[in-house]
């Protein structure tokens, strides 16, 4: 059974950096389309930032040049480096995993809160 755990999250200042880490269990990483997806209060989940198994990317547009996704195969996780916060950042962030063999079912993490403010 596929699981994923999240790590990180916080407060932080406008301008300032934070991380994320999610680590998944019982799958083939290989076959992994890692992502982290953010939720804001009143609105609808927005894609942040996917990673396939070659490292190829893909940033939502709100993102690009301030977050940066990786994956490290021995260590089966995938982490997002997020610069630059701003207030409309604060959110839910999930970590979401789905198997190349089976795209369309979708795992989730718990969810991480990201609050940035002053």
């Known amino acids: 059974q596929v699981q994923l755990a999240e790590y990180g999250g916080g407060l932080v200042e406008p301008g300032g950096s934070l991380s994320l880490s999610c680590k998944i269990f019982?799958?083939?990483?290989?076959?992994?389309?890692m992502g982290w997806y953010r939720q804001a209060p009143g609105k609808e989940r927005e894609l942040v930032a996917v990673i396939s198994p070659g490292s190829s990317t893909n940033y939502g547009d709100s993102v690009k040049g301030r977050f940066s996704i990786s994956r490290d195969h021995l260590e089966k996780a995938a982490y997002l480096q997020m610069d630059m916060l701003a207030p409309e950042d604060t959110a839910v962030y999930y970590c979401?995993?789905?198997?190349?063999?089976?795209?369309?079912?979708?795992?989730w993490g718990q969810g991480t809160v990201v609050t940035v403010s002053s």
């Open positions: 979401n995993a789905k198997d190349l063999r089976n795209y369309d079912v979708d795992y």
């Open positions: 019982g799958s083939e990483f290989g076959f992994i389309v």
